[in-house]
């Protein structure tokens, strides 16, 4: 349970004036950049030379580097040994189904800040409802009237002959020349029965809604890095898991129904369980295994 400690606000940013070095090649700090600048007075500076696309693609063609965090890990301190920074920043998404139901598609957006001097890691997320539309198209009507209905060209556009993991692949279609020169080399590969694959490019440059999403996890990851341990001092203090054990209304016993929040640290081992704000003191015996085993 709590010990009465508060989180302590940040008055003046602790990155003020720093360098937090940022791997991408595919326009993210064009987002990011203006809102830590704002917020933390930090200074985020691109770094280049190195193909990010080698730790995975979106489009199947090269499988992602281990797990989200993995792979913005890695992403970081590549870009940091590049720049020589002791601060650095990664940017990873994930579309997958959503977590509710599976059957709507869900875009999970990471900003990790990696920060060598404190020895700390702090992660911003976002994550909601997006668009990963794909079909299967035969002629070049199809093809416009799926254009049309994703925003192209600001929403790009990826081509298969054949099936969605066909090896060859035409990405970054952002023209209405460059998508009949890509839909005439996908008919010329493939039969005349079969149909060509389209989807949409989920890359952050050539997908407004993700781009979104990420400044979205930036908002995050300043809230958490305004937001000082109690007991150490450190940044990025903020709500890791929920706790469980909501009392049931009819008989008392702890239910699976979340009661709070554990706050913690990410420089220090303290931790403290904070109890949801809201008026819900008990849960419904429907939630309890006990009532409604």
Not at 27 to 56: H, M, N, Q, W, Y
Not at 199 to 206: I, K, N, V, Y
Not at 253 to 271: A, D, K, S, V
Request: charged share 25%; aromatic share 8%.
């Amino acid at each position: 349970m709590t010990d009465g400690k508060a989180a302590v606000v940040v008055e003046q940013p602790l990155y003020a004036g720093q360098r937090i070095a940022f791997l991408t090649q595919h326009g993210k700090e064009k987002v990011v950049s203006p809102i830590l600048a704002k917020a933390l007075g930090c200074r985020v500076e691109r770094v280049t030379g190195f193909d990010t696309d080698e730790l995975g693609t979106f489009t199947r063609d090269i499988p992602r580097y281990g797990s989200q965090l993995d792979a913005a890990r890695r992403k970081a301190r590549i870009g940091m040994q590049l720049s020589g920074a002791s601060l650095g920043l990664a940017s990873e998404g994930s579309f997958g189904p959503d977590p509710h139901t599976g059957l709507f598609p869900w875009n999970v957006e990471m900003l990790l800040l990696i920060d060598d001097v404190r020895k700390i890691e702090v992660v911003g997320i976002h994550q909601g409802p997006a668009s990963s539309d794909h079909a299967w198209i035969n002629d070049w009507s199809e093809l416009e009237a799926f254009a049309h209905r994703v925003g192209f060209p600001k929403q790009h556009l990826v081509l298969r002959p054949y099936s969605e993991n066909d090896p060859r692949v035409r990405k970054g279609l952002a023209d209405k020349s460059s998508l009949r020169t890509a839909f005439a080399w996908a008919k010329r590969l493939a039969s005349d029965e079969a149909k060509i694959f389209v989807e949409r490019d989920l890359r952050a440059h050539a997908h407004p809604e993700r781009m979104a999403n990420i400044g979205k996890a930036a908002y995050n990851l300043v809230e958490k890095l305004s937001s000082l341990c109690p007991e150490c001092g450190a940044p990025g203090y903020s709500a890791i898991e929920r706790a469980t054990g909501l009392p049931c209304a009819e008989c008392g016993l702890p239910t699976g129904e979340h009661r709070g929040q554990i706050w913690g640290c990410p420089g220090c081992n303290f931790r403290e369980e904070r109890l949801r704000e809201d008026s819900v003191a008990v849960a419904d015996p429907a939630h309890c295994d006990y009532c409604n085993p």
